[in-house]
């Protein structure tokens, strides 16, 4: 891969292109793979050749900067610096995940130091990448071997990885794409689901809720909230609510 940006210069004004390009190109970090005039060209040229980062005028006829952004496909997913005259779209911006907001007259600095914040971002995602490979081929070493359940899982850390023994962790939640692992200390993000770590993690841990799957060495007392409601209480003093679906195994399981 190579080590270059690849850039998509996108502005409705032929000067400003210009004149982004000939920035660009005193920095070596980066190197302008196209130029579009509005939006729509900016989608056609992404979908044929895909891009690092695109330096994004906002307001542009046909299809505006902020609706771009929004229309470009997970597949693509590149860096988005907007360079624009208006200051009152920053937050705009930032809610669409920019990672960079540069006011014209672009100051050649700022923009240098914008291009420096997404080459950073790109290593963190290439080390990601190869962590998640690492990972992966651990995951399939062990298959081949004997079929035991793991006593430690992968939590994120910052730009890297943290293995974390199952010991420690006294429940997992559910939380969008991911997964939050609970220790008493602190909460870890992981790249999993409930259902997966249900069905690899063993007997040693138990799906109490949609939501939740808690380790049942870590369970201190189980209480009858209002209407009936079952709730544990956790080693670090959490209280996590049992669903209606789950009651009677949390209760055969933990035996009360």
Do not use: C
């Amino acid at each position: 891969m190579s080590s270059r940006l690849r850039a998509l210069i996108v502005d409705d004004e032929a000067p400003a292109r210009r004149a982004m390009e000939h920035m660009l190109q005193e920095l070596p970090t980066v190197e302008v793979a196209g130029t579009a005039g509005d939006g729509m060209q900016a989608l056609e040229w992404l979908a044929q050749h895909g891009a690092d980062l695109v330096l994004l005028d906002i307001e542009m006829p046909v299809l505006a900067g902020l609706d771009l952004v929004t229309r470009i496909s997970p597949p693509v997913s590149p860096a988005v610096i907007f360079v624009t005259a208006y200051a009152h779209y920053a937050a705009q911006a930032f809610e669409v995940g920019a990672t960079d907001y540069l006011l014209k007259p672009v100051d050649p600095q700022r923009l240098a130091q914008a291009i420096e914040r997404v080459g950073a971002q790109r290593r963190m995602l290439d080390n990601a990448q190869r962590i998640d490979a690492l990972e992966r081929a651990l995951q399939a070493a062990g298959r081949r071997g004997q079929a035991v359940a793991p006593e430690q899982v992968w939590v994120d850390l910052g730009s890297g990885r943290l293995r974390l023994a199952l010991a420690q962790i006294e429940w997992f939640a559910a939380d969008g794409d991911y997964v939050q692992a609970h220790t008493a200390e602190r909460s870890y993000l992981m790249r999993d689901s409930l259902s997966h770590l249900e069905r690899t993690l063993g007997a040693g841990f138990l799906r109490v809720h949609r939501s939740t799957l808690v380790n049942i060495d870590a369970v201190l007392r189980i209480t009858t909230g209002t209407g009936g409601q079952l709730l544990l209480t956790m080693r670090n003093g959490a209280e996590l609510s049992v669903g209606r679906r789950t009651r009677k195994t949390v209760r055969d399981v933990l035996g009360t």
